[in-house]
């Protein structure tokens, strides 16, 4: 069982960065794809990034390319999101995921989830 933890969230202001961090444990976290989740409210839950075990190759969200790299460091056991340039429509809760699916995508190919963590942007 994984079990993992989002921290870095809060409130910013139009233009500014926050950098979110995934505590992973419980696993072997070299082996997992890791993702990246947002959910803002009365919206469904959006795919943001995601970093392969294998490869560290990334993929990401057309609204966030450029803007929100994500970068891992197994010997930590962590997983980044860098978020820059924020805009008030980034406001969200984000979640950090992990599959053992080769598909990062879609959130229903990942087996373990955070909790969430706030994000705020405001204008």
């Known amino acids: 069982q994984v079990q993992l933890v989002e921290s870095g969230g809060g409130l910013v202001q139009a233009g500014d960065s926050l950098r979110l961090s995934c505590a992973a444990s419980?696993?072997?976290?070299?082996?997992?794809?890791m993702g990246w989740f947002r959910q803002a409210p009365g919206k469904e839950r959006e795919f943001v990034g995601a970093i392969r075990w294998r490869t560290d190759y990334t993929h990401y969200a057309d609204f966030v390319k450029g803007r929100f790299p994500i970068s891992r460091d197994n010997a930590k056991n962590t997983v980044y999101l860098q978020m820059n340039s924020l805009k008030p429509e980034d406001t969200a809760l984000y979640y950090c995921a992990a599959t053992t699916n080769s598909e990062v995508t879609g959130a229903r190919y990942y087996q373990y989830w955070g909790q969430g963590i706030q994000v705020t942007v405001s204008s």
């Open positions: 419980g696993g072997t976290f070299s082996l997992y794809n």
